[in-house]
């Protein structure tokens, strides 16, 4: 009993994905069915690890996870850390995590560690890899060199930045990735393995209004500008333009967003999955000098999707004019 005290607190919560996801009927697929003291259920280890705090905040499919949810979980893990957990684990469905991550990120205030991570096997297949990823980010979330580093997504016994890791396959074990940078980390043998010590972390105080709505398009081939234009009539406060190459559009949208630039902040990404885009290389119309000079913003090295969390949350907080400085950051 007093050996069970000394063990740290760490809190658990699940949000449902193929982590949670087991087949009912037969040919009806996988969906969420798992809470999650059920989905621990294979892990007997953890409990003598960590005094476990366990929550099931919701049970769905990760692509109906909404920005109200996640400031809920939020709100939950706040709660949890001032109550003592030394850290937090959240599960939830693999398709959104890399946006879930970034944008719990932004705003996850504490030295403490929140482990993000999920499966992509459902409980109902063989070789499913959820118990081993809740395992592995246990570990992380206890282990001493996590703390510091903000939100942590832990997959496949990697560990990456919210900041820049992707789901880059569709049915993959090894389905995520940190173009570019690779992960921060690796589990090996349970213990947490980090490349380098964290770096300077900046977080953004909670949003004090949540209707606002970022629009991200993306652009393609002989694609007309009837979607751009209806941007600003149908009430979108930001866009994000997933781009071609280094951060290109046709000259047909260059000029859609020339005239959209000074009534809303207009960002411009890669839609390659890797690399940064341009600054000062290409000179013709729809390239990164020319939007520049219309007032649209350059990503750098974040990807659309990652644009479209961080300007919805900066009109949230009123910091718009700190787009600049974030994307560059
Ligand atoms: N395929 C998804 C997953 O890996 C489903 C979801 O995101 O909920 O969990």
């Given at each position: 009993?007093?050996?069970?005290?000394?063990?740290?607190?760490?809190?658990?919560?699940?949000?449902?994905?193929?982590?949670?996801m087991?087949?009912?009927?037969?040919?009806?697929?996988?969906?969420?069915?798992?809470?999650?003291?059920?989905?621990?259920?294979?892990?007997?280890?953890?409990?003598?690890?960590a005094?476990?705090?366990?929550?099931?905040?919701?049970?769905v499919?990760?692509?109906?996870?909404?920005?109200?949810t996640?400031?809920?979980?939020l709100?939950?893990?706040?709660r949890?850390?001032?109550?003592?957990?030394?850290?937090?684990?959240?599960?939830?469905?693999?398709?959104?995590?890399?946006?879930?991550?970034y944008?719990?990120?932004?705003?996850?205030?504490?030295?403490?560690?929140?482990?993000?991570?999920g499966?992509?096997?459902?409980?109902?297949?063989p070789?499913?890899?959820?118990p081993?990823?809740?395992?592995?980010?246990?570990?992380?979330?206890?282990?001493h060199?996590?703390?510091?580093r903000?939100?942590?997504?832990?997959?496949?016994?990697?560990?990456?930045?919210?900041?820049?890791?992707?789901?880059?396959?569709s049915?993959?074990?090894?389905?995520?990735?940190?173009?570019?940078?690779g992960?921060?980390?690796?589990?090996?043998?349970?213990?947490?393995?980090?490349?380098h010590?964290?770096?300077?972390r900046?977080?953004?105080p909670?949003?004090?209004?949540?209707?606002?709505?970022?629009?991200?398009?993306?652009?393609?081939?002989d694609?007309?500008?009837?979607?751009?234009?209806?941007v600003?009539t149908?009430?979108?406060?930001?866009?994000?333009?997933a781009?071609?190459?280094?951060g290109?559009?046709?000259?047909?949208?260059s000029?859609?967003?020339?005239?959209l630039?000074?009534t809303?902040?207009?960002v411009?990404a890669?839609?390659?999955?890797?690399?940064?885009?341009?600054?000062t290389?290409?000179g013709?119309?729809?390239?990164?000098?020319?939007?520049?000079k219309?007032?649209?913003?350059?990503?750098?090295?974040?990807?659309?999707?990652?644009c479209?969390?961080?300007?919805?949350?900066?009109?949230?907080?009123?910091?718009?004019h700190?787009?600049?400085a974030?994307?560059?950051?």
């Amino acid at each position: 009993m007093i050996e069970h005290l000394s063990l740290p607190r760490l809190s658990i919560a699940s949000l449902g994905g193929t982590v949670s996801m087991r087949a009912g009927v037969a040919g009806c697929g996988v969906k969420p069915t798992l809470d999650c003291e059920q989905q621990l259920l294979q892990i007997p280890e953890l409990r003598e690890m960590a005094q476990l705090n366990v929550a099931s905040l919701c049970l769905v499919p990760s692509a109906s996870l909404d920005f109200a949810t996640m400031l809920e979980v939020l709100e939950w893990a706040r709660r949890e850390v001032e109550r003592g957990a030394q850290a937090v684990v959240v599960s939830q469905g693999t398709d959104s995590l890399e946006e879930t991550a970034y944008l719990l990120d932004l705003l996850w205030p504490f030295d403490a560690p929140l482990v993000m991570t999920g499966a992509m096997r459902s409980a109902s297949q063989p070789g499913n890899d959820g118990p081993a990823n809740l395992l592995a980010a246990a570990q992380v979330a206890l282990a001493h060199g996590s703390c510091g580093r903000g939100v942590l997504v832990v997959m496949n016994d990697q560990v990456h930045s919210p900041a820049r890791v992707r789901k880059t396959a569709s049915m993959a074990i090894a389905a995520f990735e940190s173009p570019d940078c690779g992960p921060l980390g690796e589990v090996v043998e349970g213990v947490v393995v980090y490349r380098h010590p964290p770096g300077r972390r900046e977080v953004l105080p909670l949003p004090h209004r949540t209707d606002q709505r970022v629009a991200l398009l993306e652009a393609c081939l002989d694609a007309d500008t009837a979607l751009l234009q209806a941007v600003a009539t149908l009430g979108y406060e930001g866009l994000v333009i997933a781009g071609f190459g280094a951060g290109h559009v046709a000259a047909n949208w260059s000029d859609v967003l020339g005239h959209l630039a000074p009534t809303l902040p207009v960002v411009v990404a890669t839609r390659t999955g890797s690399g940064p885009t341009a600054r000062t290389t290409y000179g013709f119309e729809g390239a990164e000098i020319d939007l520049q000079k219309k007032g649209v913003h350059m990503a750098g090295q974040l990807c659309p999707r990652k644009c479209r969390i961080l300007l919805w949350l900066l009109i949230g907080t009123n910091r718009q004019h700190e787009l600049q400085a974030w994307l560059h950051a």
